[in-house]
């Protein structure tokens, strides 16, 4: 087959996060290359048209598609599948719909209540009034059925206490639902029969005084996380407060202003109008231009372990590698244990050598690893995702698991969590392609 290789179009100024989408098209190209495959490589930009050209003229008869943003910017990564759709041109990995829910963190999070998956509850900007630090609530009028209160009442979101806001009753499912989840359950196609974990969602939500970790909504690879994304706060009104401060300053470093007045003049940087004016330049010639406009939102933080688990298609369904923990090694006690921008993309950072995963299951984690892959597959179902995924979880000191992302097209390159797993499960890179290959065309 002749397969088109799309990947993020860079420039020098582009990060480690972002450069290794040239690690992951030269790995893919080698696969492809040892398949028997015929490739050609594709940088992709905002110039939509420009990849409809090359497309055209090109005719691929797939696309392997590694595109993680557009011009720098995440939010857009479900353009490219929603353009090949328009197209009729098979590609690998999910769908537009299912990366657009996926990458924004909210999204994600709205869509796991909804299916009754555990997940840390948060407090996003929308969910704030004009003016006031309180969240903003939900409707309260009575509904159609029960079951439609019940779908609306198991919506986490941030720390009221609202029965509208919280999960409530046991495990947040009423009888009906308890059955659909069974039922869903008895009918998975998975690669291990053993399938049988616990996947209510707890009765939890955040009370103050809290600690939370600040994250961008639309960003992947631990951008903008470190361990100051950390922070304690009092009350909904101060944690309202800091969050709109720090949003503010993240959009501020984004866009590459001060953030004090007058301070880029000073240090000879770019003042607003020039950096607008440099990006406009930018986007105009299809280059990527800095990431700018993302918001933070605040999420309970969960002081545990770390998994990944990952799930790659298969002629039988999803197959659950083998789940990945992150152990935090010699780590200060007052350091906290998250795996930042640092860890991934710093090689001379503390946290990047400190970090490590393993494999080796303990024989006490057995129970706690069959729920992991159990909510796993389910992730994989509600967001009707394809190709490969990977779920990344928090585990409490009660052995409770918390589903943090749910991450479509996860990165190819040879040191990422993903290839990790599918190494120890036996997999070469060539049987990853093939498979998502195979995946793509229906084969």
Not at 18 to 38: F, I, M, N, P, S
Request: net charge negative.
């Amino acid at each position: 087959m002749k397969v088109a290789i799309l990947h993020d179009a860079l420039t020098d100024e582009s990060r480690p996060d972002e450069t290794d989408a040239l690690v992951q098209a030269r790995y893919v190209t080698g696969a492809l290359d040892a398949l028997g495959h015929k490739s050609i490589t594709l940088p992709v930009s905002l110039n939509l048209e420009r990849l409809s050209r090359a497309l055209d003229a090109e005719r691929p008869d797939v696309v392997f598609n590694l595109v993680e943003t557009l011009a720098g910017r995440g939010r857009l990564c479900h353009v490219v599948p929603a353009l090949l759709d328009a197209l009729g041109v098979p590609y690998t990995g999910s769908d537009g719909h299912a990366l657009f829910l996926t990458t924004g963190k909210t999204q994600t999070k709205e869509q796991l209540v909804r299916g009754g998956l555990p997940t840390p509850p948060w407090y996003a900007p929308r969910d704030l009034r004009e003016g006031c630090g309180e969240p903003r609530g939900f409707s309260s009028e009575p509904r159609a059925s029960a079951r439609a209160e019940h779908r609306t009442q198991a919506r986490v979101s941030c720390g009221a206490a609202s029965p509208a806001r919280t999960l409530q009753g046991d495990g947040a499912m009423d009888g009906m639902d308890r059955m659909d989840r069974m039922d869903e359950m008895d009918g998975m196609d998975l690669q291990n029969p053993n399938e049988a974990g616990s996947v209510t969602a707890p009765n939890w939500a955040i009370r103050f005084p809290a600690t939370v970790i600040l994250k961008p909504t639309w960003e992947d690879a631990s951008v903008g996380i470190d361990d100051d994304s950390i922070i304690a706060v009092r009350d909904e009104a101060e944690l309202a407060a800091v969050l709109r401060e720090r949003t503010r300053r993240y959009q501020q470093e984004q866009r590459g202003e001060a953030t004090q007045p007058g301070e880029a003049t000073q240090r000879g940087e770019p003042t607003q109008r020039g950096e607008r004016t440099r990006r406009y330049q930018q986007e105009q010639r299809g280059e990527p231009a800095r990431r700018f406009g993302d918001e933070l939102f605040a999420e309970a933080y969960i002081d545990g372990r770390e998994f990944n688990l990952s799930l790659l298609c298969g002629p039988r369904g999803p197959q659950v590698l083998p789940p990945a923990e992150i152990d935090f090694v010699d780590y200060p006690p007052e350091k906290p244990h998250i795996v930042g921008y640092a860890a991934k993309w710093d090689d001379r950072a503390f946290e990047y050598h400190a970090t490590p995963r393993r494999f080796d299951v303990d024989e006490a984690d057995r129970g706690l690893v069959e729920t992991l892959r159990a909510l796993a597959v389910h992730c994989w179902r509600l967001f009707d995702l394809r190709g490969h995924v990977r779920v990344d979880f928090r585990v409490d000191e009660r052995n409770q698991p918390w589903i943090l992302e749910v991450n479509a097209n996860p990165c190819l390159s040879p040191e990422a969590g993903f290839m990790a797993a599918a190494a120890r499960a036996g997999l070469t890179i060539e049987h990853v392609v093939e498979r998502l290959l195979r995946d793509a065309v229906g084969s």
